[in-house]
């Protein structure tokens, strides 16, 4: 499932070498995710490769409990690095079969096919995200009770789907950094994907460390829902449906500021009262009771600032639009003005000075004679 090669040439490149790891990348992450796959025949390896496989730290006591309850530890250092490699055997696949079909059909220049290919694998992975945690709220019951995002705190006990859902996420952001070697992106495009990526990454991190992942799964889906609608929007785009770009845009710019306050209220009702209720004066790493003063206003501070900063971007990013509409708009002025402008009736003086020097005296002196009255007619 190797990428296709966008060059001429016809000869391989060097086993190992750059352009063959490039182009092969599918294909070599694919044999080692394999390797375990097939481990999981045998008897012996089967214990080793499961832990890379299946998840870990069931916690489900099969006498009184019906549904299987999962916690973290460290063996989910395992599987998160199996999923990091099957989303970047994943990526390719999407990348190969779909948005390299449909930029052949648009004809993109450099620029854009880099962002189109950023946007739609975006897309995708937000969609599902989506998708997935809806159906874990709903599930949860976060909707009709929203004080289940900190009573029964520490939050040890994920479902499958709970705990699976992070460990994509995690795998998923750890895998945009090779992405960026794989797909060789440009150096002014990389600061953009690595701050994001790393952003996303520390944050759901975070949360599954310290148990605050009731609130996280929240905070994702909303931030989620937003930037899918910014991707699909820019995908429209790229693909000039510019009636329906204005008005994704739009909604794209009320959505955003509409988020950036329900995740800091959301926030604020869950560090700043609901844990509060029960807090503790030490954290303890064996109960994963993390409800501390000191960790709860880090946590509730680090997404305001989160929130604080992207506002700050949005609103630095539409004023340059405006700016560079009105710089636009006084040019087009300055030039259509300057179409039209008629060129001034020269005055005597100016008519003269355009004469060769010798010319210039008899002309003044035509100028300056005085008319004689004509003879009247006896």
């Given at each position: 499932?190797?990428i296709?090669?966008?060059?001429?040439?016809?000869?391989?490149?060097p086993?190992?070498?750059?352009?063959?790891?490039?182009?092969?990348?599918?294909?070599i992450?694919?044999c080692?995710?394999?390797?375990f796959?097939?481990?999981?025949?045998?008897?012996?390896?089967?214990?080793i490769a499961?832990m890379?496989?299946?998840?870990?730290?069931?916690?489900?006591?099969?006498?009184?409990?019906?549904?299987?309850?999962?916690?973290?530890?460290?063996?989910?250092?395992?599987i998160v690095f199996?999923?990091?490699?099957?989303?970047?055997?994943?990526h390719?696949?999407i990348q190969e079969?779909?948005?390299?079909?449909?930029?052949?059909?648009?004809?993109?220049?450099?620029?854009?096919?880099?962002?189109?290919?950023?946007?739609?694998q975006?897309?995708?992975?937000?969609?599902?995200?989506?998708?997935?945690?809806?159906?874990?709220?709903?599930?949860?019951?976060?909707?009709?009770?929203?004080?289940?995002l900190?009573?029964d705190?520490?939050?040890?006990?994920?479902?499958y789907?709970?705990?699976?859902?992070?460990?994509?996420?995690?795998?998923y952001?750890?895998?945009?950094?090779?992405?960026?070697?794989?797909?060789?992106?440009?150096?002014?495009?990389?600061?953009?994907?690595?701050?994001?990526?790393?952003?996303?990454?520390?944050?759901?991190?975070?949360?599954?460390?310290?148990?605050?992942?009731?609130?996280?799964?929240?905070?994702?889906?909303?931030?989620?829902?937003v930037e899918?609608?910014?991707?699909?929007?820019?995908l429209?785009?790229?693909?000039?449906?510019l009636?329906?770009?204005?008005?994704?845009?739009?909604?794209?710019?009320?959505?955003?500021?509409l988020?950036?306050?329900?995740?800091i209220?959301?926030?604020?009702?869950?560090?700043?009262?609901?844990?509060?209720?029960?807090q503790?004066?030490q954290?303890?790493?064996a109960?994963g009771?993390?409800?501390t003063?000191i960790?709860?206003?880090?946590?509730?501070?680090?997404?305001c600032l989160?929130?604080a900063?992207?506002?700050?971007?949005?609103?630095?990013?539409?004023?340059?639009?405006?700016?560079?509409?009105?710089?636009?708009?006084?040019a087009?002025?300055?030039k259509?003005?300057?179409?039209?402008?008629?060129k001034?009736?020269?005055?005597?003086k100016?008519?003269?000075?355009?004469?060769?020097?010798?010319d210039?005296?008899?002309?003044?002196g035509?100028?300056?004679?005085?008319n004689k009255?004509?003879?009247k007619?006896k």
């Amino acid at each position: 499932m190797g990428i296709k090669r966008r060059t001429g040439a016809t000869k391989s490149p060097p086993i190992l070498s750059h352009e063959f790891v490039i182009a092969n990348h599918a294909d070599i992450v694919s044999c080692v995710a394999m390797v375990f796959v097939l481990c999981l025949l045998f008897q012996a390896t089967s214990p080793i490769a499961s832990m890379f496989v299946a998840l870990q730290h069931n916690i489900t006591d099969v006498f009184t409990s019906e549904v299987v309850h999962y916690t973290y530890g460290v063996k989910d250092l395992c599987i998160v690095f199996f999923y990091f490699l099957i989303s970047i055997v994943m990526h390719a696949v999407i990348q190969e079969y779909l948005l390299d079909k449909v930029n052949r059909k648009l004809h993109l220049s450099k620029i854009k096919h880099s962002k189109f290919n950023e946007s739609g694998q975006l897309l995708i992975f937000f969609i599902i995200s989506i998708a997935w945690a809806s159906e874990i709220i709903r599930r949860e019951g976060y909707l009709t009770s929203i004080s289940k995002l900190w009573a029964d705190y520490p939050h040890l006990e994920m479902t499958y789907l709970f705990k699976f859902y992070f460990i994509i996420q995690i795998s998923y952001w750890l895998h945009a950094f090779p992405e960026l070697y794989f797909q060789k992106v440009k150096r002014d495009e990389m600061g953009a994907r690595i701050t994001y990526a790393t952003l996303y990454g520390i944050f759901f991190t975070a949360a599954y460390a310290l148990n605050f992942t009731r609130i996280a799964i929240c905070l994702s889906i909303l931030h989620y829902s937003v930037e899918a609608l910014f991707h699909l929007s820019r995908l429209l785009y790229f693909a000039d449906k510019l009636q329906i770009v204005n008005y994704s845009f739009k909604l794209w710019n009320v959505l955003f500021v509409l988020v950036r306050l329900g995740s800091i209220t959301l926030s604020v009702l869950t560090f700043w009262y609901g844990l509060a209720t029960h807090q503790t004066t030490q954290f303890n790493v064996a109960e994963g009771n993390f409800n501390t003063q000191i960790i709860r206003i880090n946590c509730l501070a680090a997404v305001c600032l989160l929130e604080a900063w992207m506002m700050w971007n949005f609103i630095n990013f539409h004023l340059r639009r405006m700016r560079e509409k009105a710089a636009e708009a006084a040019a087009l002025r300055k030039k259509s003005a300057g179409g039209v402008r008629k060129k001034p009736k020269k005055t005597e003086k100016e008519d003269v000075s355009e004469l060769p020097e010798v010319d210039q005296n008899t002309n003044k002196g035509l100028i300056h004679r005085p008319n004689k009255a004509s003879p009247k007619v006896k």
